[in-house]
């Protein structure tokens, strides 16, 4: 793979320091990450909200909506969790969670949070909503077009499940200001739509700006361009990625070495402190 290195000093700090910021968690219908994220969180000195989104009856809905409003207002950090929302349907991944996300009151909250310093992370599902979104890369929620870059469908064409050893190769996202460019993590991956798919343009501009932020390192699972694992919006407060830095834990895969703990669920957490 293209071996991609980018260094810049972060001057991106919140205006207001929170000893113990609010993280909310959305869960929709398909998601299965929640748990694990909010521990992480929890664990690294946040305050997690979870939320399950409610699509029974158009009251649910208006009710849901009212809720992730509110919520968006009251927290520092958003974090769209993994998994398979809808079942990855209508015609792809995210899409669900994006549809959401694009009502009208929840577009405009998520605009006044990020103008707030806030911050947001996708991991896997949430990673494809945030690219479906325009969140990422261009750091705000707008439509797709033909130059916009995707998650599509794995190269090998089936669902990949093992840990791959993924590598920092920007320090521009507040994500990861615990790790050094070109530190390795071992990270656990889970999903079918997993291959960022992008132009030569788009990726020459991506990699100019460092908003490639992690890539896989030996063995890419999906197929990526460039072996693209992670990437961020333009001034890095939005981090999205394809692995699960929250699947870790004192016995959890004891038998695969590597450096597992990838610390940006600290380092989103410190932001604010």
């Given at each position: 793979p293209?071996?991609?290195?980018?260094?810049?000093?972060?001057?991106?700090?919140?205006?207001?320091?929170?000893?113990?910021?609010k993280?909310?968690?959305?869960?929709?219908?398909?998601?299965?990450?929640e748990?694990?994220?909010a521990?992480?969180f929890?664990?690294?000195?946040?305050?997690?909200?979870?939320?399950?989104f409610?699509?029974?009856?158009?009251?649910?809905?208006?009710?849901?909506?009212?809720?992730?409003?509110?919520?968006?207002g009251?927290?520092?950090?958003?974090?769209?969790?993994?998994?398979?929302?809808?079942?990855?349907?209508?015609?792809?991944?995210?899409?669900?969670?994006?549809?959401?996300?694009?009502?009208?009151?929840?577009?405009?909250?998520?605009?006044?949070f990020?103008?707030?310093?806030?911050?947001?992370?996708?991991?896997c599902?949430?990673f494809?909503?945030?690219?479906?979104?325009?969140?990422?890369?261009?750091?705000?929620?707008?439509?797709?077009?033909?130059?916009s870059?995707?998650?599509?469908?794995?190269?090998?064409?089936r669902?990949?499940s093992?840990?791959v050893?993924?590598?920092?190769?920007?320090?521009?996202?507040?994500?990861?200001s615990?790790?050094?460019?070109?530190?390795i993590?071992?990270?656990?991956?889970s999903?079918?739509?997993?291959?960022?798919?992008?132009?030569?343009?788009?990726m020459?501009?991506?990699?100019?700006?460092?908003?490639?932020?992690t890539?896989?390192?030996?063995?890419?699972?999906?197929?990526?361009i460039?072996?693209?694992?992670?990437?961020?919006?333009?001034?890095?407060?939005?981090f999205?990625?394809?692995?699960?830095?929250?699947r870790?834990?004192?016995?959890?895969?004891?038998?695969?070495?590597?450096?597992?703990?990838?610390?940006?669920?600290?380092?989103?957490?410190?932001?604010?402190?």
């Open positions: 293209q071996n991609i290195y980018y260094n810049s000093a972060n001057n991106v700090k919140p205006s207001v320091k929170i000893a113990r910021p993280v909310f968690i959305p869960v929709f219908p398909g998601t299965n990450c748990y694990d994220m521990r992480a929890e664990k690294a000195g946040g305050e997690a909200s979870l939320f399950v409610r699509n029974i009856t158009p009251s649910d809905i208006e009710y849901s909506i009212n809720e992730m409003v509110r919520l968006i009251g927290s520092q950090i958003i974090a769209l969790p993994g998994g398979f929302s809808s079942g990855d349907e209508p015609a792809g991944s995210g899409k669900f969670i994006a549809t959401v996300f694009r009502n009208p009151r929840v577009s405009e909250a998520v605009n006044e990020l103008q707030e310093d806030g911050l947001m992370l996708g991991v599902n949430g494809q909503a945030l690219i479906k979104l325009g969140l990422l890369p261009y750091g705000e929620i707008r439509d797709m077009d033909g130059s870059p995707t998650l599509t469908f794995n190269k090998i064409g669902h990949v093992c840990m050893r993924t590598k920092v190769v920007s320090s521009l996202s507040p994500w990861l615990k790790s050094k460019v070109g530190d993590h071992t990270i656990a991956i999903h079918g739509e997993g291959r960022f798919a992008a132009s030569r343009e788009m020459t501009q991506l990699i100019k700006n460092g908003q490639v932020a890539q896989y390192v030996d063995f890419n699972p999906n197929g990526s460039d072996s693209v694992e992670g990437i961020t919006s333009p001034d890095g407060r939005i999205g990625k394809m692995g699960h830095s929250e870790t834990g004192i016995n959890i895969g004891k038998n695969v070495p590597g450096d597992k703990e990838q610390l940006i669920f600290r380092a989103g957490v410190e932001y604010f402190s």
